[in-house]
T-cell receptor, first 115, second 109 residues
């Protein structure tokens, strides 16, 4: 069974702390994505990556950075957490053929609360 | 701007049929996706439409009209386990996904 695993389901951090969210996929997918999900809003893309060491900004990259040192791992970093970054963070991956039917496989999510 | 609209919440009865609508305005079109998300869980893929018409997959069907910027997800013989949020997403001309806010479907016995 293919899987996207996010290291932490629930995190509570203080304002100003550095936060790492880890995501690992075992499907040999080229593409990996970080989204945040907030009530009443559609999924919003933070960053994505089509290859190792490659990253592209999504719609809301401010306050975030990412790292993809290995194909299977895509990390989201909050350099200095703020309360408006309290959210559910979803990692996803997909095959690299970039066709229209590029189905995303999601992780279970990391719910971050910043106090 | 790009926009996906779907109802916030719907209620239906076990064993019945429900139709969840999705309308979209995007820069180009490269397909429309439906995902199911149970509370506290990951979204999972349900269907993909790129051509007009109906795609049937068991109890679930998805319809697309590109000229109208409209899709619906039809769920038949509803079961309690179908209680979930249903997310509509459109792939635009840059192959980026634009997401609706999701429709929370409540199934009552």
């Amino acid at each position: 069974d293919v899987k996207v695993t996010q290291s932490s389901r629930y995190l509570v951090k203080r304002t100003g702390e550095k936060v790492f969210l880890e995501c690992v996929q075992d499907m040999d997918h080229e593409n990996m994505f970080w989204y945040r999900q907030d009530p009443g809003l559609g999924l919003r893309l933070i960053y994505f990556s089509y290859d190792v060491k490659m990253k592209e900004k999504g719609d809301i990259p401010e306050g975030y950075s990412v790292s993809r040192e290995k194909k299977e791992r895509f990390s989201l970093i909050l350099e200095s957490a703020s309360t408006n970054q309290t959210s559910m963070y979803l990692c996803a991956s997909s095959l690299g053929d970039n066709s229209g039917a590029n189905v995303l496989t999601f992780g279970a999510g990391s719910r971050l609360t910043v106090l | 701007g790009q926009n996906i609209d779907q109802p916030t919440e719907m209620t239906a009865t076990e064993g019945a049929i429900v139709q969840i609508n999705c309308t979209y305005q995007t820069s180009g079109f490269n397909g429309l996706f439906w995902y199911q998300q149970h509370a506290g869980e990951a979204p999972t893929f349900l269907s993909y439409n790129v051509l007009d018409g109906l795609e049937e997959k068991g109890r679930f069907s998805s319809f697309l009209s590109r000229s109208k910027g409209y899709s619906y997800l039809l769920l038949k013989e509803l079961q309690m386990k179908d209680s979930a949020s249903y997310l509509c997403a459109v792939m635009d001309s840059n192959y980026q996904l634009i997401w609706g806010a999701g429709t929370k479907l409540i199934i009552k016995p």
